[in-house]
């Protein structure tokens, strides 16, 4: 394991509002105040090789309880990116690595939902793949931006991967970004990343506010942990921008994050 600053070159790109380096069993927020709170049976476990101190596993299986919440606004609604080092060993159902939405505890809520007044962000793993849905809408059938990387680039267990989601509600934000939503993804070791997919991303048609965040859950309460989208596996170093990264930002942080490239 090498050990190094992750903060050393990466801190300086703009726009970081939170990260969790997920270190000794601890969700701190390392660069503002929005400390997460572990519940369930989430422990320390080994983290990516060439960054310092543990990573959090929660659970060889999807465990109902196991998951790390936020205060309401962690992650940003409109545009953003989110950074994450991804472990799973569970390919058989859909899992959430990073959440927000205005509601709770109902089917609607459960990282790809129904229709009806719902805002609901959800970057996580189907099957052997990444995906990423921002949805958001009044009534009917919201607007939404879902992508993934199916048969793009596809996972396997016990494996290491970076993976970050940049979203950008051009409207909504008023910046001079291109309005879209774009996968970045990358094997431990292997090349830099690339963006993988990209799609449009909606205008917004409601104000609805986000009243949750979490790491390795949906806002859906009921069913068990299948409809609360359980995390399965291993999390570290999850970083939480308030603005879409470009390409090269990126690469630098794998490139931080994992003593570049072999």
Sequence with gaps: TIDYDICSNSCTLTGLIHEYKLDNAQATDTVGTAHGTINGGIVATLGVDGIPNTALNFGSVQTAGNFISFSSGTIPRDEGTIVAWVNTND?????????????????????????????????GIQANYIRFNYIDGNTGTPVQADINTNGLFNLNTGTWYFIAVTYDDDAASGN????????????????????????????????????????????NAAGGPAQERNFAGNLDNVRIYDRALSLSQIQSLFNEFSGGPI
């Design 91 to 123: 390919l058989t159902a859909l899992k959430a690595i990073a959440y927000t939405s205005n509601g709770e505890g109902s089917f609607n809520y459960n990282c790809f939902g129904a229709a009806g007044s719902i805002l609901e962000l959800c970057l």
């Design 176 to 219: 001079s970004n291109d309005n879209s939503a774009r996968i970045y993804a990358a094997l431990l070791g292997g090349p830099i990343p690339s963006q993988i997919v990209s799609a449009p991303m909606p205008s917004p048609t409601s104000n609805l506010v986000p009243i949750n965040s979490y790491l390795g859950k949906s806002g």
